[in-house]
């Protein structure tokens, strides 16, 4: 099962992977085309009632697929007025040819007649609100009619993640859906097929360039309401709390505070004028220092656990008492890390181990990736947090879903990468759900080091990846 967003994020992954969208709607097309031949007989008449999206576009593909029927294609509204390119471009070599195309821009001169089989390519997954004209008169009419419908995608009118449907909706008695069946339609009562349309797997596996669309989908993304991030770190290191706040700023997050202990507190804001910082007393975290920690964490959206931390008996038990007590969503890193599989927590985690931390926590690790992933699997289920193990290639699971992240370059392996990357997690855990952050986080983190790598060549600074993280977000 697939919802929409996850789709368009799958789709433009595959656009990516150089399969464009444009090649699936020919799938598509045949797809449709294949199932309206298992439903009538040579010969036979067959409407196709097509949209001004890619909806419309499918059925505008299958007419080609289509020369043993006699085919009638009905395109509601102007032909001026189809909303994409690859759409537009199929309209267009319909003309071409000799099958009849009608333009219907007054749904009083719509003419079903009485096909053996009428299709619905009105609408699919891009519907918004009621269908309104002509598209609402023309769902009438394909309702009133004695005429069986295929429906291409959904039913339209109906929300494909929701199955409801805001005003008239197709009554579709088929639906031929693509990749991979939707949410909504286990509430439509038609028969579903869904259709190969050619998708390479390694969309869906591999984190690409589309997840990004999961960022600028988000309902609220005009508001500027991008969640606020504690980092909590340093002591025995000054560097890494730094650098793990400037990435959580360049990622996106509106406000980012740093709690360190305030012998360093004057050097982790020398190196950045946009930080708040906060020292509490001393020179590391020590369990005296939890009450007032937990406080300002509850402040925010998100923590940034672990960031030169280091890994004193103190600073580990304070680690753990904080966990035990903390109940929000955290990105645990670095020394911090060790503790995770021993407390008792309610806080959502990330944990972002290198293979060695990994294995210091209890997990296994495997040189093929294939195998490596699914023994990443298995530990996020066992540790019951999502996991994001770097490396050459990324691993991200939480123990449902498991991605792979491809970005990056050997040039990473400098200090301070990891902090970069566990404050662009913080940051984006504060509007996605924790394995997409930690997905998009892996991916864009590797992108800014490719970005880097382009320009600079090698040799490249974790302060170098926190000044290309914007250039990293806007994708190919
Ligand atoms: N991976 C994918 O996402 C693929 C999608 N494909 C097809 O593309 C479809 C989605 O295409 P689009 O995103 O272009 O969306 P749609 O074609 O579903 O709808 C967009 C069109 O509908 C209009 N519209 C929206 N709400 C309306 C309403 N209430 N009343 C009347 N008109 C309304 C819009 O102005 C626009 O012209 C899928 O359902 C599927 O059929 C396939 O071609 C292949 C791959
Ligand atoms: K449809």
Redesign the pocket.
């Known amino acids: 099962m697939i919802t ?1 967003d996850e ?2 994020v ?2 433009a992954n ?1 656009e990516a992977l150089g399969v464009p ?1 444009k090649q ?2 020919e ?3 045949n797809a449709v085309a294949r199932e309206v031949r298992a439903r009538t007989e040579a010969g036979d008449a067959v409407a196709l009632v097509c ?8 059925a505008l593909v299958a007419a080609r697929f289509l020369r043993t029927r006699d085919v009638t294609v009905h395109l509601l ?1 102007r032909p001026e ?4 390119d ?2 537009r471009e199929n309209w267009d070599a319909l003309g071409q040819t000799d099958i009849d195309a009608r333009v219907v821009t007054d749904s009083r001169d719509f003419d079903l007649d009485s096909p053996a089989l009428a299709v619905d ?13 002509p ?2 008169t023309v769902a009438y009419a394909l309702n009133d009619a004695d005429v069986p419908v295929l429906a ?3 039913p339209s ?1 109906v929300d ?1 993640d929701t199955g409801t449907a ?2 008239v909706a197709v009554d579709a008695d088929a639906v031929v859906t ?2 991979d069946t939707k949410p909504g339609l286990s509430e439509v009562d038609a028969e579903v097929t869904v259709a190969d ?1 050619g ?1 390479p797997t390694a969309a869906e596996t591999f984190v690409a360039s589309g997840d990004l669309l999961r960022l600028s989908r988000l309902p609220d993304s005009h508001k500027g309401d991008h969640g606020e991030v504690l980092v909590v770190g340093g002591g025995p290191y000054t560097g890494a709390p730094a650098l793990a706040a400037q990435a959580a700023l360049r990622a996106g997050a509106d406000l980012v505070r740093v709690a360190c202990p305030d012998a360093i507190a004057s050097d982790v804001q020398g190196y950045a004028e946009d930080l708040i910082v906060h020292g509490y007393e001393g020179r590391r975290l020590a369990s005296d220092h939890v009450d007032e920690v937990l406080a300002r964490a509850q402040e925010h959206d998100t923590v940034v656990f672990g960031p030169g931390l280091g890994d004193h008996d103190a600073t580990l038990d304070a680690v753990a008492s904080f966990l035990e007590r903390y109940d929000g969503t955290a990105v645990v890193d670095a020394d911090a890390l060790q503790v995770v599989p021993e407390v008792e927590t309610d806080a959502t985690l990330v944990c972002t181990p290198h293979q060695g931390e990994l294995r210091a926590m209890g997990g296994e690790t495997a040189d093929d990736p294939e195998r490596r992933a699914s023994l990443v699997e298995s530990f996020a289920t066992e540790v019951g947090h999502t996991l994001l193990v770097k490396g050459a290639e990324d691993v991200i699971s939480d123990g449902e879903y498991t991605r792979r992240n491809r970005t990056g370059n050997p040039g990473m392996t400098v200090g301070g990468t990891g902090d970069v990357l566990a404050g662009t997690v913080g940051a984006l855990a504060c509007l996605l759900c924790p394995r997409d952050a930690a997905a998009v986080g892996a991916y864009a983190n590797g992108r800014a080091g490719d970005l880097v790598h382009e320009s600079l060549g090698a040799g490249l600074t974790a302060s170098d990846l926190v000044d290309a993280l914007p250039r990293a977000f806007e994708g190919e």
């Open positions: 929409s789709m368009a799958v789709d595959s969208r699936l709607m799938s598509s097309g949209g001004r999206g890619n909806n419309g576009g499918d509204g007025t189809i909303t994409t690859i759409a390519a009105m609408l699919g997954t891009g519907v918004t609100g009621a269908l309104r004209e598209e609402a291409v995608d959904t009118g494909a805001a005003g693509f990749h349309i998708i």
